[in-house]
């Protein structure tokens, strides 16, 4: 158990560090592909089994093969550096070390709750359900017209402008 | 022991697969051929009439199985792809190009993982499930392979390097996040009618004469078969959908850079959905391993073995129908296959479902 | 035992390379998959405290923000498009004018 978190934790962490450092925009998108499925792991070691299934269809299944699309079409390849750039990315790099290194002491000092299994509690579909249909209705509701509002948005972002004036 | 059981079990659903796809390679040779009203391959093999009187016996069944085709299919084509020329166009690397078969047949093995090929027994005091992954959310878990199976007609048509290849993987592409959306509501229909994502619960349910295609049990089955039916063979690119292969159109479509071993990986891969599809439908429809008049005693070895032989003979049979009816329908058109898939099964599907679940409330 | 914390490492490591991305890299899709990152990270951090606390509004709160993340998906990449076809280059660097 501990294993497969910390497995996952490390795919992670270099997949995500390959998604900002590829040049080639296709090889980023890869990167966070295995990143997706990663945290789909994490999801399943929490037992969110829903969640972790989720995570694969909607995030590695569908947003990214749109990108693959976007990135496909507009036919880009890679992108060029200016010396600036290193300097750049080693004051991001400390940046970044010093971020969690603080919040780190934040966790690890404080008394958290540990993690224990409480029955009930286990994200199945069964449970997710219960909860989302009585406590969250509305809110699932209006997920669902910002899902239409977002799907007529684009179709008239994207379409060309010959398109838009028929 | 529960590590070396599992691994066992994954074995063994690897072994079950890829010869349910020779299964389909050999069937669609032939198959086509008689459809066709020609001989197709039987050379192969049929001539050997070895002089040692030790291997006149086994010359009989060799012969048998060289006229029928099997050995030109089985053996002939996995020598031939094997020792083809692995071109690697330029512009791209090794790793890239070998990515697209790798994405194509991942997501096939991966989601016969969870499908039950027998009911439990128990051996030597150890209860088994031949299961590999004995997931609560079994159903949404294909449906996750479905959807993954996007990349390796994505990243096969990108890492060929030309247009033609792309094009045929944009379209195919297209075609396969569109039907996603049909096989989603129509299973979720059928969760609505089962009641669990459970894939062996399902199974279980459909004791005796309570099949899930029959209306008394399933007042909508029917329709929700053929939906999931048409669906399957569009998210599978096969005839009449098969417009991404196109083989008189695009050359090759987004297979067009690839030969030798990745090309026969593709077609694997393809044929393993074929009975990956098919074993869905029996799972969901026609009762997995349960037969009307059969009552098999529980937890013995002997009815596990009875029952994975009837659950192969209902999936062969659907991947039979499958390739007979891709060599008998002419293909659709671009347009009309996004027609199909929007305007009439996507509108028909939500119609299914609000209808069903009325059923089920009454 | 993994405990809480570890999850919450995580999730503070993965938000700060996405952070770190989203402020370096110009090309505008990888610029978006920073913030996916970014996004995947809260949701690692949501669902262990979901955990931690036995309560399954963690979860939910998961669920809507992968929803909302789809919709941000495909306007984003709309507007992309839209940019692309204006300026012929996705770098943020070169989307430097408004409209004279």
Known sequence: MAIAFYILALLIIVSALGVISMKNPIHSAMCLIVTFLGVAGIFATLEAHFLATVQIIIYAGAIMVLVMFVIMLLNLKYEANTTLDYLFWIIGAVGCIAFVAITSQLFLNSMLVPLDYQAGSVGTVANIGRVLFTKYVFAFEAAGILIMAAIVGSIVVAKSVKGREE | ?362 | ?100
Request: include cysteine; charge should be negative.
């Open chain 2, 1 to 362: 022991m529960e590590i070396l059981i599992l691994l066992l079990k994954a074995f063994i659903v690897m072994q079950v697969v890829l010869g349910l796809a020779s299964f389909c390679t050999w069937v669609e040779r032939k198959g086509s051929a008689l459809i066709q009203d020609r001989i197709g391959a039987n050379r192969a093999g049929a001539y050997w009439q070895p002089e040692s009187v030790l291997l006149k016996p086994i010359a009989v069944f060799v012969r048998i199985f060289g006229m029928l085709g099997v050995i030109n299919t089985l053996l002939n084509d996995a020598i031939k792809g094997l020792f083809k020329e692995d071109f690697v166009p330029e512009g791209t690397s090794n790793f890239m190009h070998c990515l697209g078969p790798f994405m194509a047949v991942l997501p096939v093995f991966l989601a016969f993982s969870v499908i039950p090929l027998a009911p439990d027994f128990a051996l030597f005091g150890y209860q088994i499930r031949p299961q590999v992954a004995e997931l609560h959310t079994g159903v949404l878990f294909v449906l996750a392979m479905g959807s993954i199976a996007v990349y390796g007609v994505v990243l096969a048509g990108w890492f060929g390097n030309n247009k033609f290849s792309l094009l045929g993987a944009l379209r195919a592409a297209a075609q396969m996040i569109s039907y996603e959306l049909a096989l989603g509501v129509a299973v979720a229909t059928l969760v609505i009618s089962y009641g669990t994502l459970d894939l062996y619960a399902i199974i279980e349910s459909q004791k005796g004469f309570n099949w899930g295609i029959n209306p008394l049990v399933n007042p909508t089955g029917l329709v929700t078969f053929v939906i999931l039916f048409v669906v399957g063979m569009a998210e599978t690119k096969r005839a009449p959908f098969d417009l991404p292969e196109s083989e008189s159109e695009l050359v090759a479509g987004y297979f067009t850079e690839y030969s030798g071993m990745k090309w026969l990986l593709f077609w694997l891969g393809e044929f393993a959905e074929i009975a990956l599809f098919s074993a869905i439908l029996v799972v969901f429809f026609f009762g997995g391993w349960q037969m009307p008049f059969l009552e098999l005693p529980e937890n013995v070895w002997w009815a596990a073995l009875l029952g994975h032989a009837i659950f192969m003979g209902k999936i062969l049979f659907f991947c039979v129908l499958q390739i007979v009816i891709r060599w008998t329908l002419p293909r659709f058109r671009y347009d009309q296959l996004m027609n199909l898939g929007w305007k009439i099964l996507l509108p028909l599907s939500f119609v299914n479902l609000v209808v069903t679940a009325a059923i089920e409330l009454i």
């Open chain 3, 1 to 100: 035992m993994v405990s809480l914390s570890s999850y919450l490492i995580l999730s503070a490591t993965l938000f700060a390379i996405g952070t770190l991305g989203f402020i370096i890299r110009r090309n505008a899709l990888v610029v978006f998959m920073c913030v996916e990152l970014m996004l995947n990270s809260v949701n690692i951090a949501f669902v262990a405290f979901a955990r931690a606390h036995g309560n399954l509004d963690g979860e939910i709160s998961v669920f809507f923000v992968m929803v909302v993340a789809a919709a941000e998906a495909a306007i984003g990449l709309a507007i992309v498009i839209a940019l692309f076809r204006n300026i012929q280059s996705v770098e943020t660097s070169d989307a430097v004018e408004l409209k004279w």
